[in-house]
Every structure is written in structure tokens, then in C-alpha cells.
């Protein structure tokens, strides 16, 4: 195969696994394409079989991507944030999916103001097994979330969270339950925390079945990164 075949493949690809996730996802689940590592080509070529919302985990790569790709794009920050990086994506950035501490949300709140907008965003819970991952305690969201009413330009939309990595499917189907029990206690005191972001391309499938609202997505719609 040629170059050229080789590259009409991929995005051919890229085009036809957006469509597929169209089809088979229900109304009440958002896709969230994440992008992170991959060329504007790629992220255009999904932008034109009509995803509009994209995930990205590193500020200054999100940032340079939205200063070069159409404006009607939803930017969500999928990945941990620095208190000290909020102000470069505080212009534009829809939805911050792992806030977990109170500092955070102070310079989220900041920034907005600053900015004039209100930003979404979304409670990191742990709820893996495995020491490395990021995210707040359980016992710890209601205190966070009393805390957040002090921040009249951020907008609590809802809990993420991540499971292990693992190939025990009860263990990560376990560990979705927990957070979706959770985010349905939480939603009886807190009403406008609609979003369960939960789910990636090794676990979407179980995380639907438990509940989530929202998937983020790569490599099952953009092939493998090499980091
Ligand atoms: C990279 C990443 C994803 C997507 O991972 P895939 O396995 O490629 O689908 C989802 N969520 C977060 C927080 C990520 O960092």
C-alpha cells in the first residue's frame, strides 16, 4: 500500500469510528473524543464526521489546539490540572473534569471572574483500587461541594472517576457502581450535578451499563498514541 492509501485509511478510519459511536450511543450518553497526543488533521477529520466535543489531559497542548480548530468546539480538560495553568484555558475551556480540592476550585473561581464566565466542572472521586490514580476521597465530595457554594462563577456539574486498570471485569465493574451510587445520592442535595463522566475505550461498555453520562474516548476513535 502507498503512502497516500495508507493515510486516506486512517482518516477514513477516524471518520467511520465517530459514526459508529453515533450509532450505537443513546441520547443520554455524551462522547467525548479524546485528542490528546494526536495532529489537528486528525482531530479535523473528526470534527467533520461531527464531533464537537473533545478531551485533552495537558493545558498548553488544549490551548494550541483551540487557537488553531473552529470555535464551536467544546474543550473538556480531561487530565489533572496545576492551580498555576487555570488562567490559560480559563477563556475557553468548557468542562474540567478532575477538580479535587478546594485550592483548585479558589483558582478556578478566580480565573472565571477574571474572565467573566462561569466554568464547569466535574468532582475527581477515587474510586480505584490502585494507590496511583488521582481523585477525592468519597467521605470528602460533601465537604467540597459545601465548600464550592462560596464560588458563585463555577458551576458543579457532576463526579468523574477512573477505574483500575485491570482486566477483572467484576473489579472495574465494581468499582463504577460505587461512583454511580454515589453521584445518585448526590443528585437527590445537589440537583445540577447531572454528569457522570466515567468510562474509556478499554471500559465504556460496563461503564454505560452502570450508569455513566459521558465517555471520554481515544484510541478506539483515534488509534493507539505513541507517547
Ligand atoms: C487518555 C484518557 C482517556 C482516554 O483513554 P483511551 O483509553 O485512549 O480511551 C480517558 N480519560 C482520561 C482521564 C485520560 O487521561
Not at 19 to 46: G, M, R
Not at 80 to 98: D, E, G, R, S
Not at 140 to 165: H, Q, T, Y
Request: glycine share 6%.
Amino acid at each position: 500500500m502507498n503512502g497516500i492509501e495508507n493515510v486516506y485509511l486512517q482518516l477514513m478510519t477516524i471518520t467511520q469510528n465517530i459514526i459508529e459511536f453515533n450509532q450505537t450511543l443513546t441520547k443520554s450518553v455524551t462522547l467525548i473524543a479524546v485528542s490528546k497526543t494526536k495532529p489537528i488533521p486528525d482531530l479535523l477529520e473528526a470534527y467533520q464526521a461531527g464531533q464537537r466535543a473533545f478531551g485533552e489531559n495537558k493545558i498548553q497542548e488544549m490551548t494550541e489546539k483551540w487557537e488553531q480548530l473552529p470555535k464551536d468546539i467544546d474543550w473538556h480538560m480531561i487530565g489533572h490540572v496545576q492551580t498555576n495553568k487555570v488562567k490559560y484555558m480559563a477563556p475557553f475551556v468548557h468542562l474540567i473534569h478532575a477538580v479535587d480540592s478546594v485550592k483548585l476550585l479558589k483558582e478556578i473561581q478566580k480565573q472565571a471572574l477574571k474572565n467573566d464566565r462561569t466554568i464547569g466542572c466535574l468532582i475527581q472521586i477515587r474510586i480505584a483500587e490502585e494507590e496511583t490514580k488521582f481523585g477525592l476521597p468519597a467521605e470528602e465530595l460533601s465537604p467540597l461541594l459545601d465548600a464550592a457554594k462560596e464560588f458563585p462563577n463555577v458551576a458543579i456539574r457532576g463526579l468523574m472517576g477512573m477505574a483500575s486498570f485491570t482486566s477483572d471485569q467484576n473489579q472495574v465493574r465494581e468499582e463504577f457502581k460505587r461512583l454511580a451510587a454515589l453521584f445518585n445520592k448526590t443528585l437527590i442535595t445537589y440537583p445540577d450535578c447531572k454528569i457522570l463522566s466515567m468510562g474509556m475505550s478499554g471500559d465504556y461498555e460496563l461503564a454505560i451499563e452502570e450508569g455513566s453520562t459521558m465517555i471520554r474516548v481515544g484510541s478506539k476513535i483515534f488509534g493507539e498514541r505513541n507517547y
